[in-house]
Structures are given as C-alpha cells and as structure tokens.
C-alpha cells in the first residue's frame, strides 16, 4: 500500500512496507510460495506500528489528530447512520460548510448530529474552510440543538476544528457572541448531549459545541486551550517550541481523563484511526450508544442538573477556609 | 490568539492600554495624557475616573479602584477572597507559572486576577465582580472562574442584579484546558441567572478579548462598553494574516462593536454610576440601606 501522507515518525515502518510490497507482486507473478516470509514481515510491521504509536508524544499526537485521511464527522454519520438527512442554515443568510448537522438513525434511535468538518484535499478544504466554523455556523448549531430539544432528540457532537474562523466577517457578525450563547445554552437542553473529539479540538471553536453530559476523546485526539504554535510564540516567545508547549499544555486523553475535563478515552487501532477507520466508526459507535443508555434514564431535570455540577466542579483552586485544593468548589 | 497579539503588541509597548506616564521633572505629581500628551495634576486625572479632561482618553484602572468608582462608599464586601491560584498542570515555559504568579500576587497585591463582590451602587444592590488587567492580562484561570461562578450563583439565589467589568487578554494558558471549561462553567451559572429573570450586565473595557468575549462578555442582558476599548475574539494580527487585507480604522472597538449590533451603550467612565443606577431603577431594582462597614 503507497502512503500518500506519511507522518515523520512513521518512517521506520516505510521500509518494511516496501519489503512486503515487493514480496506480495513478487507472489502474484510467481509461483513461489511466500505466505511465511509475509507473515513475518507483517507481524513484524505490525509490532513496529504499534510500539510507535504507543510512545507518540503530544506534538506527534497532533499530527494523528490533523491527519486528512483521519475518518471525518461525515465519515462517522455515514459509518453509523442507516438514514441522514442533512439540514442547511442559520435562517439568518448563512450555511456554514465547516460546521455541519442533521438528524439520522442510529439503530432504532432518531438522533441530532453536529460536528466540524474538514476538507481531505486542499480544494475541499477551501470549501470546508479548513474545519473553522463562522458566527453562521455556531447559530446553525444551536438552531438545530433547539430542533432536536423540541423533538426530543439526543446529540452526538463532533468535534475536530483547529478552532473558530479569525477574519474580519466572523468579528463583524460576532464569533465571541455566536459561541457565548452555544455555552450559555446548551445547559438548557433537555435531552442527552455527548461530545467527542474525534481529531482535533481547538479552543472556544471546540467548546462552542463542547457543552455536554459527556465528553469524549479517541486516543489520538488532542483538545487544546490555545494552539500550541501560538502558545509557544506567546510564552516562550519562539513558535519552534510548538513541541514543548504541546508537552506543557496537557493536551491529551489521558491528560484530560486525570484533569476530570475527559470521560473516556477512545482506544484507537496501531497506526491511528485513518489507518483502520471502519474499527474507529465501531468503537465510537459502541461508547455514543453506552452512554447515551446510561443518561436515557435520568430525567430532564436531573440530566440538566448533572450537566450543571459537571462543569461547575472544573478548576482547582486553593481554598484555605478548607486549606485544601479543591476541584471546583 | 488574542492573547498572542497582546503579549506580541505588550514588547512593542502598545495594546496593552496607554496609561499616562509620570513626568520625571514633578515627582509623580503630574502625568502626561498618552493621547493628546496633555500634562494634568494627577489629583485631578483621579477626580475625574482617570479620564482625560481634555481628550477624553480613559485610562486603565485597577479592579480597585474601579470597583471605588462603581460602589457606594464603604458598600463593597468582597467575597470569595481565600480562594488562590494552583499549578494544576505544573507549567513551566521559560518561567515556571508559580513564578509568574508570585510576581503577579506581589505586584498587584491580588491573589489572582479578580475582585468579587456585593455592593450597592446610589442605594441599589448589586453583585459585582472586577477583573484586574495588571494581574497577568486579566487572563482567565481557575480562580477567576471559580469567584465569578459563586458571584453568579449568590447574585441568583438572592436575586440581585450583576455586573461583571471585564478586562481581559482570554484564557489563562497556564492552566491549559481547565481555564477553557471555566468559560462554560460561568456561562451555565448565567443560564440560571436568566432563567431567574435577573438583569445581568457585562461593562466590557480595554482590552476584552478571546475567551471571555467568547463567553461571558456577550452574554449580557445588556452589554455595557467604555468609549474606544478594544473589543474582540480574535486578534487584530491573525486577522490580518489570514485577510491580507487592511480592516477598518475602528475595527475591534467599543464603537465598532455597536455599529455591529453587539453594544447596547457606550459609557463614558465618569457617566458610569449614573448610568448603571438608572439601569437598575428601570428594570425595577429597589433601594436598600447597606449595613456600612
Ligand atoms: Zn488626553
């Protein structure tokens, strides 16, 4: 299998590749029999991927978390939706391409979905604006989060956006408001809301849909409060500490599991999700069905006051009434 | 990314806010407007809430002595003042951040960058909570977002109304992805705020930008702003990056943002007290007696 798009530190494993490449036409072309040598060589690959992508570091993270052919919020709906219907527009002059929604089955289940979307090539990532959403798309996110609320419809949210446009339209039109109200409202919906980082999470741009009863992470994601190349250049005044300030930032699953700002933490097949995404689309679907059974029985209001204390117990703080550091209060 | 322009524009000594500079022949008795370079008696540029007689240029204060020019006096009990700052992530970049807020707490006298409170303003009861710029860019942590979250949820339970001056460069990235959360932490205590039906509004002034104009700051019932401050989500750079196209001369301020539709009012600082009792009598507040301290 060429690689089209081979991340740095993949490198070692090109060459078995060629080797098993090179084996497999020599087979076809022959009659040797080479079913052993393969096997080797494959296992061998296979234990070479898997040591790699055990020890990414975060900056090696990102670059799984950005990688084009990493499965898209429309390649899961298309993974788990037997039906799907995608719905246009803010009804305020806008349709945002790089922040998209609409209603599909799941199983039996009618349900919202919302996530950014990024482009696999550069033509389709013009159109897609690169996965940065506009103030339009933010509204047309919470128009249809008040769609599903009316119809009783839980959302799945999908998350993979290097953050919200920055451009002299999304200010005049208002990103920080268009995002504000997405927080400040999504604490009033009545149905489940699960969240999942399925690339990567940039910021408020994330967050504007990032409100919910669950937040999930694959692997490989990462999910940042500032880009690590604008962090480096703020605080070590030097953009080529990208890596370091990735490090610092703690910007991964597990990282973020032990921070209480993460639920669960995807496992992702050796070699990322684009290298498997058929597995990527079961895993995710079995987690977004297991808690969406778990917050399916709570009540509206005791769903919306979970949803309350969640968020409320993020931060720690020294408090020395109690002189203890404290999640939250 | 805002931030990023404002620590970018603060070692080309501009952005950060023009404060009037002490003149060296007077001893501090006088300062010149950074503006119009006018020379005031500085007992003067303070009785007039450090605002420019002449230009109008507004200064920037501290969350002292804002809140001194808002509260009635001897009103403002603060609240919440043991809480203190973490290291929750162990950040070092070419300083530690333990480091940075010490010298932060030392320089402000602050544990971290905001002041919350209840107070009344010509008799009528108000929450308040003010952010202090001098504390790290009034950058949002943990701690910041955990007083404006009890502010918020005290203001609801005895319904009062509430102003939130911010004064802010966004999230404290120190904190990493828990400064984040404290924006939707502070948006879901506002939910219960509206739901209550109380009045709440946001005085935004220079510099508000990233993370807390991207939530609390345009939350407002009404959104309040003084003249010319610097209103923005992301930075006036990275725009110009992305655009390579000049923005408008306005782009950004308090003025833009109401042409935009985003400001309900423009206040000037000396016109604030007035303002924001009228505000309140409007929407029905009533007065009380304060028990002064
Ligand atoms: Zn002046």
Redesign the interface.
Known sequence: MARKYLLDFEKPLVELEKQIEQIRELARDSEVDVSQQLLQLETLAARRREEIFQALTPAQKIQVARHPHRPSTLDFIQMFCEEWIELHGDRNGNDDQALIGGIGLIGERSVMLIGQQKGRDTKENVARNFGMATPGGYRKALRLMNHADRFNLPILTFIDTP??Y???L????????A???N???M??LRVPVIATVIGEGG??GA??I??ADRLLMFEHSV????SPE??A?????DAG?AP??AA????TGPD?LS?G?VDEVLPEPAGGNNWAPLKAGEVLREALERHLGQLLRLSEDQLREA??KK??S????????SSE?GI?? | ?S??DW??DRRKGQFVGKVSQETDESDGLWCKCPECTQVVYRKDLIANSSVCSNCGHHNRINSEERIKLIADKNTFEKLDQ?????D??G????RSYSDRLRESQAKTGLKDGVVTGICTVEGFPLALAAMDFGFMGGSM???V??KI??LVERATSKRLPLLIVCASGG?R?????????????I??????H??AQLLYMPLLTHPTT??V???????GDLILAEPKALI????RR??EQ??R?K?PEN??TAEYLQE???VDTIVPRTQLRPTLASLMRLHGSKKIELKKK
């Open positions: 953050g919200a920055a451009g002299l999304a200010e005049e039109q208002g990103q920080g408001e995002i504000a109200v927080l400040r409202e604490f009033r910021s408020g967050l504007g990032g409100v999910y940042t409060v500032a604008a962090c250049s703020i605080l070590w005044r500490k370091e300030a610092a930032l703690k910007i973020l921070l700002v949803r309350y968020f409320r993020m931060g720690r703080v020294l408090d020395s009434n550091i939250g209060s | 990314m931030l990023f620590f970018a043991q809480l203190s700052p973490t929750p992530l950040f070092k970049d070419r942590g943990s701690v977002g955990e979250t009890r999230a990235m120190q904190e990493g992805m828990l400064s984040l959360m404290q924006m939707a932490k948006s879901g205590a506002l939910e219960r509206r739901e990233g993370g104009t991207a939530s609390f700051a345009m939350l923005g989500f992301a930075g990275v725009i992305t655009l196209e923005l782009f950004q935009h539709g985003f």
